[in-house]
Antibody, heavy 121, light 107 residues
Framework: QVQLVQSGSELQKPGASVKLSCKAYGYTFTSYVMNWVRQAPGQGLEWMGWINTNTGNPTYAQGFTGRFVFSLDTSVSTAYLQISSLKAEDSAVYYC??????????????WGQGTLVTVSS | AIRITQSPSSLSASTGDRVTITCRASQGISSYLAWYQQKPGKAPNLLIYAASTLQSGVPSRFSGSGSGTDFTLTISRLQSEDFATYYCQQYYSYPWTFGQGTKVEIK
């Protein structure tokens, strides 16, 4: 069955970098767009952007340009989110989420379990 | 960006109650609206897409309606497992945006 399995919690110091992973199981990885969503502690959901798993082309929402990088390794059906120059306000749970459909505007039908990133000195 | 105003931010209800949550978009989004349920410590779960289409496996007590700017999620008879936070999301125009969430608590 379809599953997205994310890497474990991270505790990082301000200024460091972190690379989160999201490994897909049970479907053709390159057929569905992968999204990233952030949820700060006690807050709502914020869409960060998406990556075309066929071309590798990323699209970033405003506020997630520069320090945030989406990438892929299609050989292992895995999407990555790298965050550099970490700040305290980057502390959040980061989710990967698959588009429900294979083209056009789609909601998210499968989500990873989330990765908690804590930035603290 | 399209703003989504979700209300109420929280509500208290009893098992068996009918519950309604609304989302209003700052501009027309046709029917490009989804509803998610999120329980503490868990990822969101897709309930409804295209404003009114029930996702496979979702109980029929959940329903969605609306188009354009005004949308509603209704839980016809609240069950104990429905106590959670609910989010709406527009996927009509980038950036995709979510409502602020509605926490459904036990009265």
């Amino acid at each position: 069955q379809v599953q997205l399995v994310q890497s474990g919690s991270e505790l990082q110091k301000p200024g460091a970098s972190v690379k989160l992973s999201c490994k897909a199981y049970g479907y053709t990885f390159t057929s569905y767009v992968m999204n990233w969503v952030r949820q700060a502690p006690g807050q709502g959901l914020e869409w960060m952007g998406w990556i075309n798993t066929n071309t590798g082309n990323p699209t970033y929402a405003q506020g997630f340009t520069g320090r945030f990088v989406f990438s892929l390794d299609t050989s292992v059906s895995t999407a990555y989110l790298q965050i550099s120059s970490l700040k305290a306000e980057d502390s959040a749970v980061y989710y990967c989420a698959r588009d429900y459909c294979t083209g056009g505007s789609c909601p998210f039908d499968y989500w990873g379990q989330g990765t908690l990133v804590t930035v603290s000195s | 960006a399209i703003r989504i105003t979700q209300s109420p931010s929280s509500l208290s209800a009893s098992t068996g109650d009918r519950v309604t949550i609304t989302c209003r978009a700052s501009q027309g989004i046709s029917s490009y609206l989804a509803w998610y349920q999120q329980k503490p410590g868990k990822a969101p779960n897709l309930l409804i897409y295209a404003a009114s289409t029930l996702q496979s496996g979702v109980p029929s007590r959940f329903s969605g309606s609306g188009s354009g700017t005004d949308f509603t999620l209704t839980i016809s008879r609240l069950q104990s497992e429905d106590f959670a936070t609910y989010y709406c999301q527009q996927y009509y125009s980038y950036p995709w945006t979510f409502g602020q969430g509605t926490k459904v608590e036990i009265k």
